[in-house]
């Protein structure tokens, strides 16, 4: 099985056995950290740039760790403070960028379709660590890791993905990978926090979260993404908590052995109970950080070896 894109930009253009290759690169790099062996230096004399626009604090360390791990020269721009805040585009620091020659870029964004106009005008791999609401690839695979390894399976499992469905990049992303792994897929929260035309997606949509988790095999908690309202989305956190946040008589509707999983970071008490998210029998939550690590070194590994093969297909077609 081979990974062929260029980029990392989204789940959607990935086809079944891109993504199963890149899991399985990335059950390696599991492996390896659990033994405590040290990965081949595959990144090496290469560059990698983390861009954030968005603060994250998390992802951004995932893929530092990521990339020292194989060997990469790792700098992370400060955009805070960056000219883009004096007025510079996408396309200027793209062309700042080329300039420094950089083999992987790794960038977030506040703007659905940024980090894919960036790409087009750089030179390297590019990998999306967040845009907007559009996606988080990521986040997806690091998810599809930890579902395979708890169930030994990615495919034909009933996956309740429940909170804020309309302004997450990480639901859709999951929804895009698990859905091309004939999952059957539920969304449960309110009708305020469900996208439209949503139900069109060939996904079923619930109200309730005991309709919703019953005889689920993964429950899926999203964070609110306060900082994406703008306006009366939810009539208060206690009311939310009340009706949708993860305790113990609601997952009792799920299977006896569903596992319970989180993006981060979890507002407890209000997405989910601090005992169930602690929960070493049900709760993946710290097992999903530990897959970010090894997803991401696997990416930035097969998109490495990408490049080198293209600028050595480029270096044939010059010498002929």
């Known amino acids: 099985m081979t990974f062929r894109a260029r980029h990392l930009l989204g789940i959607e253009p990935l086809g079944q056995d891109e993504i199963v290759a ?12 659990r033994d405590g062996v040290t990965p081949e230096r595959r990144l090496a004399g290469l560059t990698q740039i983390n861009m954030f626009f968005e603060a ?89 890791l930890t579902i395979r390894r708890a169930k030994g399976r990615l495919h034909r499992l009933s996956i309740a993905i429940c909170g804020d469905i309309a302004h997450s990049r990480v639901a859709r992303s999951n929804l895009l990978l698990l859905g091309k792994m004939e999952n059957r897929l539920r969304l449960v929260g309110p009708p305020t926090l469900m996208p439209p035309g949503i139900s069109e997606l060939g996904v079923e949509v619930f109200e309730s979260m005991e309709e919703g988790l019953k005889g689920a095999d993964v429950v899926m908690m999203l964070r609110l993404q ?47 109970d601090g005992t169930i998210a602690d929960d070493i029998n049900r709760s993946v939550i710290q097992t999903q950080v530990e897959m970010g690590v090894a997803v991401r070194m696997a990416a930035m590994e097969l998109l490495a070896e990408n490049l080198k093969q293209a600028n050595a297909r480029g270096a044939e077609g010059i010498g002929a």
């Open 56 to 144: 994250s604090t998390r992802t951004q360390a995932s893929f530092e760790l990521a990339g020292k791990r194989l060997g990469a020269d790792v700098m992370n721009m400060a955009m805070g403070s960056s000219s883009l805040k004096k007025g510079e585009t996408l396309i200027d620091t793209a062309l700042t960028l080329n300039a420094m020659r950089p083999d992987l870029i790794v960038v977030r964004h506040p703007h659905s379709g940024a980090v894919d106009l960036l790409a087009q005008k750089v030179n390297c791999a590019v990998l999306n660590a967040g845009d907007g609401r559009h996606e988080h690839p990521t986040q997806a695979l690091l998810d599809a």
């Open 226 to 272: 306060k900082e994406r309202m703008d306006g009366g989305y939810i009539p208060s956190e206690r009311e939310y908590y009340h009706r949708y946040g993860l305790d113990a008589e609601k997952l009792a509707y799920a299977k006896d052995d569903a596992i319970v999983m989180h993006p981060g970071p979890m507002n407890r008490g209000v997405e989910i």
């Open 22 to 33: 890149l899991l399985d690169r990335a059950e390696i790099h599991a492996n390896e950290m």
